[in-house]
C-alpha cells in the first residue's frame, strides 16, 4: 500500500510489538473484536474474533504457519484468506492490515462498512 498511514484512510491499531510472536491480540472496533495475529515470519493479519463453526474465539487459537486452530473443535482457519481448511466449510471475515513506523493500521472504510 502507498498511502501514507497519517491519512485519514487508516486507523492506528496497535504497535506490531504489542502483538505477540505466534499468538494474537484482539481490539475491539465497531466491525466488533478482532484479532490481529502474528505469524511465523512475522507477518501480520486480522480476523474477526469468531470461529465459523460455534464462533469460538479464534485469538486462543493455536498459530502454525499461515493458520490458526480453533480453541474449541480444532478447525483451521487460513489467516490469509478466513477460509476453513478442508474437510471443513466455513469462512471468517479477514480484514486488511497496514503496517508503517512499526505500527499495524486498519483501513478505515473497511471496519466501517462491516460495522
Known amino acids: 500500500m502507498s498511502k501514507s498511514a497519517s491519512n485519514s484512510e487508516f486507523i492506528e491499531i496497535v504497535p506490531v510489538a504489542d ?4 499468538g494474537a491480540r484482539v ?3 465497531q466491525a466488533g473484536s478482532i484479532a490481529i495475529f502474528k505469524v511465523q515470519d512475522e507477518q501480520i493479519f486480522a480476523v474477526l474474533d469468531e470461529c465459523p463453526h460455534k464462533k469460538g474465539p479464534l485469538s486462543q487459537g493455536i ?14 482457519i487460513d489467516l490469509e484468506n478466513g477460509q476453513a481448511c478442508a474437510p471443513d ?3 471468517v471475515k479477514t480484514f486488511t492490515t497496514h503496517i ?3 505500527k499495524v493500521y486498519f483501513v478505515r472504510a473497511e471496519i466501517m462498512s462491516y460495522a
Open 27 to 29: 481490539v475491539q472496533t
Open 89 to 91: 466449510q466455513g469462512c
Open 19 to 22: 502483538v505477540p510472536y505466534l
Open 63 to 76: 498459530v502454525h504457519g499461515k493458520v490458526v486452530t480453533c480453541p474449541l473443535h480444532a478447525w483451521n
Open 100 to 102: 508503517e513506523n512499526d
